[in-house]
Structures are given as structure tokens and as C-alpha cells.
């Protein structure tokens, strides 16, 4: 991508100056009741700024311990990128850029060397920060384990290893197809309509969207409690399309495939992620996951850690699954995520509310960018995003609250998102 402007590098900015900017939310001891973060709320701005930071306030939340020395990036403060134009806005100063797009944190990593690391909001550097759907890419980093190791087959479907699933929708598709979300299901994601199926029934079954007297439930008063009763009861197959046919982004994907992890290894999923994952990446800081209505390991979107680590998880995949001299996730499996068939291009493009964004491709729970060149991203609702450029051997990690859930021809989103390929394209 050509650089529109690189106009200089600065020193660093004191960051008591930039967390200078105070909450509008949870103001007073106690908070006023105008300020205070709830449940209900904890999704709207201005609350999300302070809640997507403090989510184990009022998650159920299930404890990923980091393990082992700590490993601290070495910084280059006294150089770091200051000023890149943005075409449709013309603004040259990154750090204006960030803070006017609700950005939480930012932190472009190269060559082990943090470059640029910025927070707003209130926002700091041991703040543990909700992911959302960037979990989604660590769920299915830690399936490529299991297949790797002969216990998962990509052409099997989910209910040849969890019978729970055989009469649902997940019963006629391969595992393959649940990690490129072409599945063919009978239902649809849908973060704003309160009448949804996914807000009565989905989100409260993952405890993670308020309706009144959901929290309450108790087991076997309704059919559906935790996510997994929804996964079996509910979902139905779309009978007007086959698997494989379509890409259609659907959250539910990502429990089938923590459920796969959980019932093959014969852990819960928080476990594995933990023995296996988050204990041999030398992270700064513990991690945490939010649990369902049940107590299960939110797969979709549930993961909480602090920005470096984030980026810890995207350095890890960048070098191919290595870090620290450990191959924590096999390279076989990061690679395929970058081995796109004409299938996945086709069905990217068909899909009408992702024809005005950058993606090339949906892969293994990966939103793919340009596969000859290693560009690739994990990327949650309201701005959270792994950015990955193997050419550039950069990794950029962010945290946001955006106003707006999805970020499909959301603004806000693209900015970063092209400002991230600009500064890897400098790089």
C-alpha cells in the first residue's frame, strides 16, 4: 500500500498526558447515578469506555494464569511513528486519529520492539481489555493443536464427536466449514435488534447481554440455559442453501469449535487455553475469560488481557506458532490459515455487507487481507483488532469502545484499520 504521508518522528509522549482524558462514566464514590456502569449498560458509550476495561466487574469471569518468566518487549520511545495522513480525513496526527475514532490502546510491534504504544480513555497498561471476537482466532489457534496431533479431522462434522449436536444444524457441515463460517444456519447475528433470537435467546444464554430476569434463571426452568443447550436446541439448518455455498459471520461457530477443544481434550476450554497457549507466551500479566449463564468458557468473545499480551498472541502467530524458541501452535496450522481456495475469495466477495471493506477472505477464524503477503487480523465488535503483516513483520494490537458494534463499513473501524496498513507499509 503507498503511503499517503510519514511526516516525522517524535519523542514519546508522557503517557500521564494521554490518559489525562477522565471517564464520563463511574465519576464520585460512590458513582453518580448517571455515570454508573451497569449490565444494561455496559455496551453504550460512555460506559463502554470504562466497562469493556473492567469486565470482570459484572462477568462471570474464569481465571487464565500467565506462567513462567516474563518476557518485556524493549522500547524504542525515543523514535516512534508521529504523523501519518489519512486520506479521506487528511489528518496527520496519528494520536488525534486514535483518540477521535475511540480507540482505548494501541501498539505497533516490530522486531520485538514496541514502536509507537498509546492509551486513551483512562485506559493503562496493566488494564486487562475485553477482546470480543478477536477470542474467536486464539479458540481456533488452539484446535490447530488438536489437529495437529490427529485428534480433530476438518472433514468430520461436530456431532460425530459431540452427539448433542446431531440434530441440530451443525449435524450436516465439516468442522472445516464451522471455522470459515459457512455453515448454512438458521440464524443470524444481529447485535442491535432487541427482538432478535440473538438477543432473547443467545446472548443471555452466553451471559453476555442484559434482559430482565435472565441472569436469574436457574438450571432446567427453560430449555436453553448455557450456551451449549442453544448450540443443540436451536440452531437449525438454512434448507435454501448448502454448507460451504456461503460466508455468513456467525458467532455460533466459535462455540461448536470451543466445545470441539473442550470434549476432545477433556478439559474446559479456559484450561486448555491456558496449559497450552497463554502459559508459554512469557505474557506480563494474568488473563481471564467470561463465562455463559453455565460457567463455560465464552469461545466466541470472552477472552480479557492487557494490550502487550494481545500482542504477544499476534507476534506468537506471526512467527508461524514459535515463541521464545517454543512452537506453541503448530506452523502447519498458522499457515493454513493464509492457504485460501478460490471458494473462500468467492464466497467473501458475495457476501453484500463486506463488499466496500479490505477483506480477501474468511479462513480458520481469520479475516484474511492479502495472503501472498501474511496480512491478516483478528477482529472483534466495537474495535478490537490482532493486526498481523508477515512482509512487514509487524504486529499492531488495539483495543476500542466504539460507539457502533460491527465493523462492517463502520468509519471508525476502517481508520485504524488503514492506518495500521499504512504504518506497516512504512515499516
Known sequence: MKIFAL?????LLPSTLLRAQTDAAMQGIPPSPNSQVTFANYREQPF????????????????IPRAGKIY???????????????RQTQERNLDKLLADNDTDGFLVLKNNRIL????FAGMQASDKHIWFSMTKSL????AGILVEQGLLDLEKSPADYIPELKNSGFARVTIQQVL???TALDFKENYTDLNSDFARFYAPALNLAYMPGARDTAPGEQTIYGVHDFLSDYIKPDTSISPGEAFDYNSTNADVLGWLVARLSGMPLHKYLQQNIWSKLHTEHDAFIAADRAYMAVATGGMNSTLRDAARFGQMILQRGKYKGTQVVPATWVDASLNLSETHIRNMRANTKYQNMPWQAYHNMWWILNADKGEYAAVGIHGQVIYINRSAN????????????????????SAKLKVSREIASAL
Not at 7 to 11: E, G, Q, W
Open 116 to 119: 509507537y504504544e498509546r492509551y
Open 7 to 11: 511526516v516525522a518522528f517524535i519523542t
Open 394 to 413: 509487524t504486529v499492531i494490537a488495539w483495543f476500542s469502545s466504539q460507539k457502533k458494534a460491527s465493523a462492517a463499513n463502520n468509519p471508525q473501524f
Open 48 to 63: 463502554s469506555h470504562w466497562s469493556f476495561r473492567n469486565t470482570g466487574a459484572f462477568f462471570n469471569t474464569l481465571d
Open 72 to 86: 518485556r518487549y524493549k522500547s524504542k520511545e525515543s523514535q516512534v511513528i508521529a504523523s501519518l495522513g489519512w
Open 180 to 182: 470459515d463460517h459457512s
Open 139 to 142: 479458540v481456533s489457534s488452539a
